[in-house]
């Protein structure tokens, strides 16, 4: 299971093994130089923050290193007696809509997944789905698979997967959740935002990866 120190701890030695400091590698990936800073991997109540999935794809980008590498840098000295791999169910996004994928949790059941080797994400229900077309751009491109967790915990900001109770299947940003409604910011602006009733949602799910 991937715990919040394994992640910063494979940052900061995916940082050294290449040279730079944490802000020095924020820095070559574009990003703010503070992003990786100790004092943002926690809130001031002592509420832990983990990083974005956008951000680790930008470093794995930036310095050349692959997802295998990233997930050795986790615990390198556990690597060879640990399983840190499992193997998640994918599907074309275009196909998640369609009936027989997912139970009423939203979590994948019957035929048809393929089967995409991931790092363990402490979900056994954890699910992919294969981006397909450029309406997620600039964040998803066509050919990006995004894991999805049913059981991970949802805050505002997150980028989840919903379904509605009429089978239409939307990734979006949650910007608001209220108890009876939630507002959904579109990935690609050219695409409208949404707001649904809690009612008219059959389930919610966050994204916690872009293999990209």
Same mark, same amino acid.
């Given at each position: ?33 503070? #992003? ?15 990083p974005s999935t956008e951000s680790l794809s930008k470093i794995l980008s930036a310095t050349g290193a692959s997802l295998n590498e ?7 000295? &556990?690597?060879?007696?640990?399983? #840190? #791999? ?8 275009? &196909? ?27 979900d056994c229900q954890a699910y992919a789905l294969e981006i397909s077309g ?38 979006? &940003? ?39």
């Amino acid at each position: 299971m991937l715990r919040h120190d394994d992640i910063w701890r494979a940052i900061d030695r995916l940082a050294s093994a290449k040279g730079l400091s944490v802000s020095g590698l924020a820095k070559l990936a574009g990003l703010d130089p503070t #992003t990786f800073n100790r004092s943002k991997r926690a809130t001031g109540d002592g509420k832990l923050r983990w990083p974005s999935t956008e951000s680790l794809s930008k470093i794995l980008s930036a310095t050349g290193a692959s997802l295998n590498e990233f997930v050795a840098l986790i615990a390198p000295s &556990q690597v060879q007696t640990r399983n #840190t #791999t499992q193997r998640i169910p994918v599907i074309g996004y275009a &196909q998640a809509g369609d009936p027989g994928y997912f139970d009423e949790a939203g979590c994948p059941i019957g035929h048809g997944w393929d089967q995409l080797l991931f790092p363990d994400v402490g979900d056994c229900q954890a699910y992919a789905l294969e981006i397909s077309g450029d309406s997620m751009e600039p964040v998803y491109r066509d050919g990006d698979h995004i894991v999805i967790s049913p059981s991970a915990n949802i805050r505002r900001g997150d980028r989840v997967v919903v379904r509605s109770v009429a089978g239409e299947v939307l990734i979006k &940003q949650l910007t608001r959740e209220t108890a009876t409604r939630m507002e959904l910011k579109s990935i690609n602006p050219a695409h409208p935002d949404r707001v649904f009733l809690k009612g008219d949602v059959a389930w919610m799910a966050r994204i916690i990866w872009a293999s990209q």
